[in-house]
Nanobody, 118 residues
Framework: QVQLEESGGGLVQAGGSLRLSCAASGVLFSFYNMAWYRQAPGKQRELVATITTNGIATYADSVKGRFTISRDNAKLTVYTVYLQMNSLKYEDTAVYYC?????????WGQGTQVTVSS
């Protein structure tokens, strides 16, 4: 059974940091491109960052220089993707989702809430 489970969300003051984690299991996630998305109230879900199977990362312009995506493929059964978020802004407030994609198939986590107080 494929599972993506996010954690690490919470309430933080503007300028602070959070580290999100996504524990992925059920398939060989080392073969999947991983990504973080977010959805703010009343807005569409947007792509935040991606990381390919060989570790190449890309970022939305709004988070470049502040967020860092990374992945840990070391474990055989559970893979972890991280999103280090620094210099958080009020507009970063959203539910953050982890996603795994390969050949047109995408798996999603349930999301974790990030709230940045101004």
């Amino acid at each position: 059974q494929v599972q993506l489970e996010e954690s690490g969300g919470g309430l933080v003051q503007a300028g602070g940091s959070l580290r999100l984690s996504c524990a992925a299991s059920g398939v060989l996630f080392s073969f999947y491109n991983m990504a973080w998305y977010r959805q703010a109230p009343g807005k569409q879900r947007e792509l935040v960052a991606t990381i390919t199977t060989n570790g190449i990362a890309t970022y939305a312009d709004s988070v470049k220089g502040r967020f860092t995506i990374s992945r840990d493929n070391a474990k055989l059964t559970v893979y972890t993707v991280y999103l280090q978020m620094n210099s958080l802004k009020y507009e970063d407030t959203a539910v953050y989702y982890c996603a795994a994609s390969r050949f047109g198939t995408t798996y999603w986590g349930q999301g974790t809430q990030v709230t940045v107080s101004s």
